[in-house]
């Protein structure tokens, strides 16, 4: 272990679409879906769409072969493993589900190599049915925050890592991320740490208008090979810096990746895009 913990958003982070997205669309509920979003939260709706298809006869065996088949750039892979033989400690943060997120790890090959997945718990019920449930109680207990969607503040839980890297002598650390609900746990990052916005996805949108905000170096990425040479460059040098004396520290080691203040698109419409 290097004391380096590197958090990775999933959905358009380490998969190149929204599993959620993926899976309601490959098994041909898209309509429906479209249809109830604007009654009900995003996660609530996630259940309510297995329940359906359920319904409509599809076993988990089909939404397995769907998830199986979801694409991810060939650059990821290696970057998480050679992130992970590096020595960091790798975790998941994702406001998709644990039955979405272990079904594609596992069929990647690559579940081993993080310690930990937060994201809302979901399991096959005694009837062969997934259940999604919100990885908070949003009814007893509210997380509060206003940048969030009231199942998950992904800022509350980088917090709560915190506190525990605190305790277990890890420092730095790296997130990976693309979607609006990555820009509040952007915000918790610390001096000495590191965000990995998605280049033109919707966090990195919100780090262009609120750049002051952020304690964290900003290093964007565009795609999966970028995605790798900007995290292992990253692991790299703090590798050097933790090694090294506080002489070679003074030294100039600034990336060619530097975040440039370029112009933004606007958001995309909130209530259609899965945070
Ligand atoms: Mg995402
Ligand atoms: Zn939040």
Request: charged fraction near 25%; proline fraction near 6%; include cysteine.
């Amino acid at each position: 272990m290097n004391g380096i913990v590197v958090v990775f958003d999933f959905d358009k982070t380490i998969i190149e679409l929204d599993s959620d997205n993926w899976v309601v669309d490959e098994l041909g509920a898209t309509d429906l879906f479209n249809q109830l979003l604007p009654t009900m939260p995003w996660n609530s709706l996630m259940d309510k769409m297995m329940e359906e298809l359920h319904a409509q006869g599809k076993t988990i065996e089909d939404i397995k072969e769907v998830l199986r088949r979801a694409p991810i750039h060939p650059r990821v892979i290696p970057a998480i493993k050679k992130a992970h033989a590096l020595g960091c400690d790798l975790r998941i943060l994702s406001d998709a589900n644990l039955f979405f997120i272990e079904t594609i790890l596992d069929h990647l090959g690559i579940k081993d190599c993080f310690s930990e997945i937060n994201t809302n718990p979901g399991y096959v019920d005694e009837e062969g049915k997934l259940r999604i449930s919100p990885y908070i109680d949003f009814h007893s207990s509210p997380h509060g925050c206003s940048l969030c969607p009231p199942n998950m503040c992904k800022g509350m839980i980088i917090e709560r890592i915190q506190a525990s890297l605190a305790k277990e002598g890890k420092k730095r650390m790296i997130y990976l991320g693309d979607g609006s609900g990555d820009f509040c746990p952007s915000l918790k990052l610390k001096e000495g740490d590191f965000m990995m916005p998605r280049k033109n996805f919707p966090v990195w949108d919100l780090i262009c208008e609120n750049r002051d905000l952020l304690r964290a170096e900003i290093h964007e990425w565009i795609d999966g090979e970028e995605l790798e040479l900007v995290l292992i460059k990253l692991i790299e040098k703090i590798n050097i810096q933790e090694s090294t004396s506080f002489e070679l520290l003074s030294v100039d080691c600034k990336f060619e990746l530097t975040f440039p203040m370029a112009a933004h698109e606007a958001l995309p419409p909130p209530l259609r895009v899965h945070q």
